[in-house]
């Protein structure tokens, strides 16, 4: 018997604008509860030698993990269980962390920390101006979507010519494309709002998701600010 379904999720807030609020408030729960994840994992990961090697050796495993959790979780998140949506999100944010303590292994401790700030400062400016402009982003998330498009074959060319000035120029955009998607992605969780208002059943499958988002948004936009600001040990 299935009880995990939230049918009500709405049931004690009949103001639409308190559900609306409810509804993203939510999202910003999970993606939270997702950083946290990735920060223990990292953590555990750089604070144990022999998890620390292995990561390092399944790398590649773990890369190829996280893009078919995310392909995944985008594909089936309509008929998907809220319980299977939750549980995938938090073990693709752990992997995350896994992965990521392999990169933060070469940062200092204070820039990292100082990144991060500064990560939490620029993001929450831009998921704000995406929340109350009222200028449609559309437009907006589509060019950045291209600018991403031109920055993962950017970053493919520099595998195998190792610019500098390259990677360099990938982190400036790339900043740039994940403060842009913010911005659309915040916007369009208030569009999620009303798909997940028709379908209470699925409401939190959509926060997830929505959480997802944010999620990968700071995630980008940390890592891109650690290559232009970080400093190595």
Same mark, same amino acid.
């Given at each position: @018997?299935?009880?995990?379904?939230?049918?009500?999720?709405?049931?004690?807030?009949?103001?639409?604008i308190a559900q609306q609020r409810l509804f993203i408030q939510t999202v910003y729960a999970w993606m939270a509860g997702g950083l946290l994840a990735t920060t223990l994992a990292a953590w555990t990961t750089l604070s144990i030698p022999a998890?620390?090697?292995?990561?390092?050796?399944?790398?590649?495993v773990l890369a190829i993990a996280m893009i078919g959790l995310v392909i995944y979780l985008s594909a089936r998140i309509e008929s998907m269980r809220p319980s299977t949506a939750k549980v995938l999100?938090? /073990?693709?944010?752990?992997?995350?962390?896994k992965t990521l303590a392999v990169l933060f292994y070469a940062y200092t401790t204070e820039s990292l920390a100082t990144v991060f700030l500064i990560t939490c400062?620029?993001?929450?400016?831009?998921?704000?101006?995406?929340?109350?402009?009222?200028?449609?982003?559309?437009?907006?998330?589509?060019? @950045?979507? @291209?600018?991403?498009?031109?920055?993962?074959?950017?970053?493919?060319?520099?595998?195998?010519?190792?610019?500098?000035?390259?990677?360099?120029?990938?982190?400036?955009?790339?900043?740039?494309?994940?403060?842009?998607?913010?911005?659309y992605d915040m916007q369009r969780i208030k569009e999620l709002y009303a798909t997940a208002a028709a379908n209470e059943a699925?409401?939190?499958?959509?926060?997830?998701?929505?959480?997802?988002?944010?999620?990968?948004?700071?995630?980008?936009?940390? /890592?891109?600010?650690?290559?232009?600001?970080?400093?190595r040990r």
């Open positions: @018997m299935r009880t995990d379904a939230p049918t009500s999720f709405f049931a004690t807030y009949p103001d639409e998890i620390f090697e292995l990561s390092i050796q399944l790398r590649w999100f938090l /073990l693709y944010s752990v992997l995350t962390g400062g620029t993001f929450g400016a831009t998921a704000l101006y995406g929340a109350t402009t009222k200028r449609d982003l559309s437009s907006v998330g589509s060019f @950045m979507f @291209m600018g991403l498009i031109g920055l993962i074959l950017a970053s493919v060319v520099n595998i195998f010519l190792q610019s500098s000035a390259l990677a360099f120029a990938a982190s400036v955009v790339g900043v740039i494309v994940f403060v842009g998607l913010t911005a699925r409401a939190t499958n959509y926060a997830i998701i929505g959480a997802l988002a944010l999620y990968l948004d700071f995630i980008n936009l940390f /890592l891109n600010l650690l290559r232009l600001l970080g400093r």
